[in-house]
């Protein structure tokens, strides 16, 4: 019996060790995307603080955090900032994807990658999506 005892302790605590070796990773790389968009790294592990920085990020408003609270809707508008996180560094709903599903190996990647801030995705989805009609050519003008 206290062979099993000792086995399980033993499970148990490399299984501890890797828990903590990812969640300082991902403290790390957390750290690092705040300093990439030009916020304080000191403040990704402020409890509250955080989301109030990760929002002014991803160029939402501060009462959004109000959003968070409320069951259900926090997970669509957690889903929703990982997006608008994603895309405010450049990277796709794809990446949003890897963001969502396998945060330890994507969190990383945006933040030690070559990833560059380029601001809230607000402002960049609406630039990019303008139509320019100096630029537009008929069909029958592409001959």
């Known amino acids: 019996m206290e062979n099993y005892v000792a086995a399980f302790g033993a499970i148990f605590l490399i299984l501890l060790l890797f828990a903590l070796g990812i969640t300082v990773v991902l403290i790390i790389a957390q750290w690092k995307i705040f300093t990439k968009a ?4 000191w403040a990704s592990i402020v409890p509250i603080y955080n989301i ?13 955090i109000l959003l968070f609270l409320i069951p259900c809707v926090n997970i669509v ?10 895309k405010s560094f450049g990277k796709d709903e794809g990446f949003t994807v890897g963001l969502l599903l396998l945060g330890f190996i994507f969190y990383p990647i945006l933040a030690f990658g070559d990833a560059v801030y380029v601001g809230p995705a607000a402002a960049e989805a609406n630039a990019a999506n303008r139509f320019d009609a100096d630029d537009y050519q008929q069909p029958t003008d592409l001959n």
């Open 77 to 86: 508008f957690l889903v929703w900032t990982i997006n608008l996180l994603s």
């Open 38 to 41: 030009g916020k304080p790294g």
């Open 52 to 64: 109030i920085v990760l929002l002014e990020i991803v160029g939402k408003p501060t009462w959004w």
